[in-house]
């Protein structure tokens, strides 16, 4: 108290909130009703894949295997792991520099990219050439997501196009 300066300030905790990473290591199973067990998470848990950025990756991972591993079982007994493939991305960051998120509500939907019908972006871009663009993200990278970034993209996809095309006739 002396050293943060607390004086008489009452402090106390709150009795309903469950600390972020624990409960983001609880998220495999606890999602699908656990710890009951039910239609939900006998038919969607274990699941293939855990798609996820590199910036929360070892940490939210890890502690979501070990957890999983500690509570749910299979049918015999033993541990069930919660998925078998982590795919691992770069991030995505929208023209202002910001994480792109669906919490912030800085994010867009693929089919919105298709359409035009978003508030990012100035013209709907082809499935193709948004494929392109994301091809430039690896493992640790962050990828810039605005108008001029995909338009950019375009340009260079055209190209490739065009050169495909060339050496086919």
Not at 66 to 74: E, G, I, Q, R, S
Not at 86 to 112: F, W
Request: no cysteine; glycine share 6%.
């Amino acid at each position: 108290r002396v050293r943060n300066n607390l004086g008489n300030i009452k402090l106390r905790r709150d009795s309903d909130v469950l600390d972020t990473w624990f409960s983001s290591s609880l998220w495999t199973f606890a999602t699908l009703g656990w710890p009951e067990i039910n239609q939900f998470l006998e038919k969607y848990h274990p699941t293939s894949v855990l798609v996820t950025g590199f910036d929360i990756i070892f940490f939210w991972v890890a502690s979501m295997i070990m957890m999983t591993l500690h509570f749910v079982k299979n049918e015999d007994g033993t541990p069930q792991v919660p998925f078998k493939t982590v795919y691992v991305h770069g991030l995505v960051r929208d023209g202002n520099g910001q994480k792109m998120s669906k919490s912030t509500g800085n994010s867009i939907l693929p089919a919105e990219l298709f359409t035009g019908d978003n508030d990012f972006m100035e013209k709907p871009f082809s499935p193709s050439v948004v494929r392109f663009f994301m091809m430039q993200a690896h493992y640790q990278s962050i990828l810039d997501f605005s108008n001029e970034a995909i338009t950019a993209a375009e340009k260079g996809f055209n190209r490739l196009v065009d050169g495909i095309k060339l050496t086919e006739n």
